[in-house]
Nanobody
Framework: VQLQPYGGGLVQAGGFLRLSCAAS????????MGWFRQAPGKEREFVAV????????YYADSVKGRFTISRDNAKNTVYLQMNSLKPEDTAVYYC?????????????????WGQGTLVTVSS
């Protein structure tokens, strides 16, 4: 299984970025997909998760209203649109895949992880 993220970079506060994560080696449409992030010196934290169909989503309070998770099962890709970025959003962002009957917000519940992509928001 491979989860390859794209789209990280440097952006000014108030700006936007879109992260993508391309999946291979699994039946993508059977997995819920999540995004997590880890800032320097901090633990990995939940950002958002989307159900296998895309019909259900769940967000961390810190990003609700600013970030949008979506997926394209035909392209085996999950996205994270990040708007109104703040310096505190600076972190390495990870995508992850999970097969559960619920949408987990805990990293240990996820089955597969991609490598991280760095997002830096300057003030």
């Amino acid at each position: 299984v491979q989860l390859q993220p794209y789209g990280g970079g440097l952006v000014q506060a108030g700006g936007f970025l879109r992260l993508s994560c391309a999946a291979s080696g699994l039946t993508f449409s059977r997995y819920a997909m999540g995004w997590f992030r880890q800032a320097p010196g901090k633990e990995r934290e939940f950002v958002a998760v989307i159900s296998w169909s895309g019909g259900y989503t769940y967000y961390a309070d810190s990003v609700k209203g600013r970030f949008t998770i979506s997926r394209d099962n035909a392209k085996n890709t999950v996205y994270l649109q990040m708007n109104s970025l703040k310096p505190e959003d600076t972190a390495v962002y990870y995508c992850a895949a999970v097969q559960r009957s619920y949408l987990p917000a805990t990293a240990r519940d996820y089955d597969y992880w991609g490598q991280g992509t760095l997002v830096t928001v300057s003030s």
